[in-house]
C-alpha cells in the first residue's frame, strides 16, 4: 500500500508547526520549516518510517529550542516549562526529554527556584500563601517544606509585623472604631497567607498598649 500524503494542516495554536495525515490518518507533527525544505506536498507518496526519523529529530531540536527561549524571560518552574510546552502542541518524548536537557545544565532547579521565591515573597506574605502559591507552580511538598523549614522564622516575624504596621496605619485614616479596625487587620493579614498564631501574636504586638486587647 502506498503511503500518500493526504492532508498538511498548520496547528491552531503554534502557526509554525503543521500536522501531517497520511492515508487521511494523523501521522505526526513538525515545523513548517520542514515542510519547505524537504518540499512536502499533499497527494506526494513519501517513506514514512525515514520521513518519521527526519521529523523527530527536528521536532526535538525545535521542542528545546522553544524551552530556551522559555527560561530566557524567566526563571521558570518544571511543570511550567511542561505545560508550555504541551501547550504549544509538542510531544510528550519530546518535552521530557528537553526538560531532562535543561536540568542536565542546571537551566531548571525546583529548588534553586523555590529558595529565590521564598526570600523575595517572605518580605510580603505569609508562609500558607508562599506553599500554595508553590503548589500551583508544580513544586512538590517536600521541596516547599524543607525550604520554609529553613528559612529564618525572625525574618518572616519582622516582615509580618512591618506588613501590619503599614495596613493600620492606612486603615486607621478611615476607621476609628478600635474592634473594626482590629478585625479588618486580621482579615487583611489571613489573605496574606500568615496563620491565625502569627495574625494573634502581631496584633497583640501592635495593640499591646490597648487594654481592650488584654
Avoid: P
Avoid at 521542542?63 to 526563571?75: D, F, M, P, Q
Avoid at 500558607?128 to 516547599?144: A, C, H, P, R, V
Amino acid at each position: 500500500m502506498k503511503n500518500i500524503i493526504t492532508k498538511i494542516e498548520t496547528q491552531k495554536k503554534n502557526v509554525d508547526r503543521v500536522n501531517i495525515y497520511i492515508n487521511y490518518e494523523y501521522t505526526f507533527s513538525c515545523s513548517a520549516e520542514l515542510v519547505y525544505i524537504h518540499k512536502l506536498k499533499v497527494n506526494e507518496e513519501v517513506d514514512v518510517d525515514k520521513l518519521k526519523e527526519i521529523v523527530d529529530g527536528d521536532n526535538f531540536l525545535k521542542c528545546k529550542s522553544t524551552a530556551l527561549k522559555i527560561i530566557e524571560r524567566s526563571y521558570k518552574t518544571e511543570k511550567q516549562i511542561y505545560d508550555k510546552l504541551i501547550e504549544k502542541e509538542y510531544e510528550e518524548a519530546h518535552v521530557q526529554k528537553a526538560i531532562e536537557f535543561l536540568k542536565s545544565y542546571n537551566f531548571i532547579n525546583d529548588e534553586e527556584y523555590v529558595r529565590l521565591y521564598i526570600n523575595d515573597k517572605i518580605k510580603s506574605q505569609g508562609r500558607n500563601k508562599i506553599k500554595y502559591d508553590l503548589i500551583k507552580k508544580g513544586i512538590s511538598e517536600y521541596i516547599i517544606e524543607d525550604k520554609l523549614g529553613s528559612t529564618d522564622k525572625d525574618i518572616g516575624e519582622a516582615a509580618a509585623l512591618n506588613l501590619a504596621e503599614k495596613k493600620y496605619r492606612s486603615l486607621v485614616k478611615s476607621e476609628s472604631d478600635k474592634r473594626k479596625l482590629h478585625k479588618k487587620l486580621s482579615e487583611f493579614m489571613l489573605r496574606k497567607g500568615y496563620s491565625w498564631g502569627e495574625v494573634k501574636s502581631v496584633l497583640n504586638n501592635l495593640f499591646k498598649d490597648d487594654d481592650s486587647y488584654e
